[in-house]
């Protein structure tokens, strides 16, 4: 079973929901200043006093959908290598 698999789609969207907001309201604390300069050029928002950049959904939805649809959790003998899908958020309410 996935990880993802036990939660339905409309608890998955739901915690994604939630994740956008704290991303856009409150963000994240960044301590290095050039990469609070390069989200800024990105299109984060960012306030240097504080060190903290916040994200808004369009920017978070378009660096998901530039992530790969899997990637490959491996162990140092390849024996219980696993192809792991990605999750996207669907058009469940």
């Known amino acids: ?3 993802f698999d036990m939660l339905s789609p409309k608890e998955l969207n739901q915690i994604h929901g939630q994740a956008l907001a704290v991303l856009d309201k409150g963000g994240a604390v960044i301590e290095h ?3 609070l300069g390069l989200l800024q050029s ?3 928002r960012v ?4 060190k903290r950049a916040c994200f808004s959904e369009h920017m978070v939805e378009d660096a998901l ?10 162990d140092s003998d ?7 899908p990605a999750w ?3 058009s469940v309410a």
């Not at 306030?47 to 504080?50: C, F, G, H, V």
């Not at 959908?65 to 491996?74: C, M």
């Open 33 to 35: 200043q050039e990469v």
């Open 88 to 90: 996207r958020p669907s």
């Open 42 to 44: 990105a299109g984060a």
């Open 65 to 74: 959908a530039s992530t790969p649809n899997s990637y490959l959790a491996a």
């Open 47 to 50: 306030d240097l006093t504080k």
């Open 1 to 3: 079973m996935r990880f």
């Open 78 to 84: 390849s024996s219980t290598n696993y192809n792991v």
